[in-house]
């Protein structure tokens, strides 16, 4: 074994240990409304475009999300956090290390309320229970 590759044997695992790993959470917007949406994560700042009946991830912890609509009219959703919401409605993504994603899926529909979408559904499942505090009505914003 070369000089180069023991190093890397001995020295990747103490990074891992010493720089720890990290989870990063997101939400992946469904958009129910017939026309494309635009959301923005007051946490990050970063916005993403969802075209109808499609998902899109969104780095996004805690906050409100901005949506705007293709007519430009704007929607506050208020505390909107993935860790606020019971474990059975995330999708957790793992590595070696453990979890290493957290998502939480929300849809939008036509009546501008966002709801959690079960993992692996594309849309609400009637049958299934919202979370406490949802559905989330949007408070529509001055232009």
């Known amino acids: 074994m070369s000089r180069t590759s023991l190093a890397m044997v001995v020295c990747l695992p103490l990074l891992v240990i010493t720089s720890g790993c990290y989870t990063t959470i997101a939400v992946n917007f469904g958009n129910g409304t017939p026309a494309k949406l635009r959301v923005q994560s007051s946490q990050t700042g970063q916005e993403i475009e969802i075209a109808p009946n499609k998902f899109k991830k969104l780095p996004h912890s805690s906050g409100d999300l901005i949506v705007t609509t293709q007519t430009n009219e704007k929607f506050k959703f208020q ?41 692996s559904k594309k849309s609400v499942d009637e049958s299934v229970a919202q979370p406490k505090g949802y559905p989330k009505a949007g408070e529509k914003l001055s232009k």
């Open 79 to 119: 505390q909107v956090a993935p860790f606020d919401v019971d474990r059975k409605y995330h999708t957790i993504g793992r590595s070696i290390f453990g979890p290493n994603s957290v998502t939480l899926n929300l849809r939008l529909e036509t009546n501008m309320q966002v709801y959690v979408v079960i993992p």
